[in-house]
């Protein structure tokens, strides 16, 4: 169990809060412009704006399967 100390619904709310400031700073970290560690290879815009899409439509699946799937 993910979260063993808090009921199944805490847990789902807890892991959707979570999501948000997790996407908002994959968003600061890969879209803004002006940080990027080392040398990324993906260096034009649509490059990056394209990879945080995909990580964020990765998240978003996690959370939804976590929330949807697991009992309550």
Do not use: D, E
């Not at 979570?18 to 260096?43: E, H």
């Amino acid at each position: 169990m993910l979260l063993p100390r808090l009921t199944p619904a805490a847990g789902k709310v807890l892991v959707g809060m979570v999501a948000l400031p997790v996407l908002v700073l994959l968003y600061i970290m890969i879209v803004r412009p002006g940080w990027q560690p080392g040398g990324s290879g993906v260096r034009t815009v649509r490059g990056r704006i394209a990879l945080f899409v995909c990580l964020a439509a990765a998240l978003v699946a996690g959370v939804l399967l976590f929330v949807l799937a697991s009992p309550t």
